[in-house]
């Protein structure tokens, strides 16, 4: 008789003392089959790929811009891989990588930037599956945890970014969003 693992679920607040933006995302893994009594499982190569290709398209992003990614292996030697450009958000992103914990999840601080300039780009690397979500906002994470014979294994199911609406904008409201719109630049006219 086989036993089946029961998952727990737990909610992990995102570490964010400075209200950054931050992107919480998941990368692909792949296994190739090379014959039906050999796999390889190439997404090794995507562990430290994908460190870098975010890094790549944040580095790209602007020349003025702070970021820190970090990366969580899911096999192999399960490290947490991490660059960027500022220190303190390098840390930042390792610090919530290890309480999240979950494999092929990645998260990236950004200062001086909003995540909607480097989002496409990010989306566009074919090591990404999934954003979760690209905020501000106080954010819990919503983890499955489960035990097996094999050892525990954690995924990232979705996120609680920020609070419920309190009600509908009134034609005030909607001005002034138009208008906020039109002077940070993100419309013209």
Not at 97 to 104: D, M, Q, S, V
Not at 144 to 171: C, H, I, K, M, N
Request: hydrophobic share 40%; glycine share 8%; with cysteine.
């Amino acid at each position: 008789m086989s036993s089946e693992a029961t998952p727990t679920l737990s909610l992990v607040p995102i570490s964010n003392p400075n209200g950054l933006n931050f992107i919480l995302g998941q990368s692909v893994s792949t296994l190739i089959a090379i014959s039906p009594e050999h796999l390889i499982n190439s997404h090794q190569k995507h562990f430290i790929k994908t460190v870098e290709d975010v890094a790549e398209v944040l580095a790209q992003s602007s020349p003025h811009a702070k970021w820190g990614v970090a990366f969580c292996e899911a096999s192999g030697p399960r490290l947490i891989r991490y660059d960027g450009n500022a220190t303190d958000l390098e840390q930042l992103a390792v610090t919530n990588a290890e309480k999240i914990a979950a494999g092929h999840t990645f998260i990236v601080f950004v200062d001086g930037i909003y995540p909607v300039a480097v989002l496409p780009a990010i989306k566009a690397l074919p090591e990404t599956c999934r954003i979760f979500c690209a905020t501000a906002n106080p954010t819990l994470v919503v983890v499955a945890s489960s035990t097996s014979a094999e050892g525990v294994q954690r995924g990232v199911l979705g996120v609680l970014d920020g609070f419920p609406p309190l009600g509908v904008e009134a034609e005030e409201d909607r001005s002034s969003r138009i208008g906020f719109l039109r002077t940070v630049g993100y419309k013209r006219g």
